[in-house]
């Protein structure tokens, strides 16, 4: 099984500043495998970008994502008001498909 | 519209079984790969079980591995999971979601999620 270990746990900023996200698997991961997802209280996750780099449908250019191997990153360029929620990744390569456990992007 | 409705949760007893249903629409159900995945309250997301659009290849966690079975029928455009000896740790919001273009890809849509609470 492929571990996905999400950090930092949480991360404190301010609307308009820069979040960076981790997300590190335990072994070696295509990019064309991992994915980044979104979540708000009471709602489903939202995909954000597959293939580790692409956009999905609908989501700003203020998201981006890079990695390979087994280095992975999450990006905000400035941070709005509906980007504070809990991020994940996954890996959807090799069953059992995983996720991290989770960042939450938090209000400073 | 694409979407996702899930169905069939509730209380039941440990020991005691459920079944889930997730009605689509707005897409060709029987082009996509399907998947479940749950989230317990407060904790994150964990990939349950996936079936490729033709049941040719139907994946589940360890952790459900002998006790659930999911199914689909694409003459309903639905996707079913079937929950047997239900267990206090399988409390979760489950979630039916769909594979972007292939079995091994994103999520692309989600449903609303259906709350199982296992308590005697």
């Known amino acids: 099984e492929i571990v996905l270990t999400q950090s930092p746990g949480t991360l404190s900023l301010s609307p308009g500043e820069r979040a960076t996200l981790s997300c590190r698997a335990s072994?070696?991961?295509?990019?064309?495998?991992i994915a980044w997802y979104q979540q708000k209280p009471g709602q489903p996750p939202r995909l954000l970008i597959y293939?580790?780099?692409r956009r999905a449908t609908g989501i700003p250019d203020r998201f981006s994502g890079s990695g390979s191997g087994t280095d992975f990153t999450l990006t905000i360029s400035r941070l709005e008001p509906e980007d504070f929620a809990v991020y994940y990744c996954?890996?959807?390569?090799?069953?059992?498909?995983?996720f991290g456990g989770g960042t939450k992007v938090e209000i400073k | 519209e694409v979407q996702l409705v899930g169905s069939g949760g509730g209380l039941v007893q440990p020991g005691r079984s459920l079944r889930l249903s997730c009605a689509t629409s707005?897409?060709?159900?029987?082009?996509?790969?399907m998947h479940w995945v749950r989230q317990a309250p407060g904790k994150g997301l964990e990939w349950v079980a996936g079936?490729?659009?033709?049941?040719?290849?139907?994946d589940y966690a360890d952790s459900v591995k002998g006790r659930f079975t999911t199914s689909r029928d694409n003459a309903k455009n639905s996707l079913y999971l079937q929950m047997n000896s239900l267990r206090a740790e399988d409390t979760a919001f489950y979630y039916c979601?769909?594979?972007?273009?292939?079995?091994?890809?994103?999520?692309?849509?989600w449903g609303q999620g259906t709350m199982v609470t296992v308590s005697s």
């Open positions: 979601a769909r594979a972007r273009e292939m079995y091994r890809d994103a999520f692309d849509i």
């Open positions: 707005g897409f060709t159900f029987d082009n996509y790969g």
């Open positions: 079936i490729t659009w033709n049941s040719g290849i139907i």
């Open positions: 072994q070696s991961v295509s990019s064309s495998y």
């Open positions: 293939a580790a780099s």
């Open positions: 996954q890996q959807c390569g090799s069953s059992p498909l995983t």
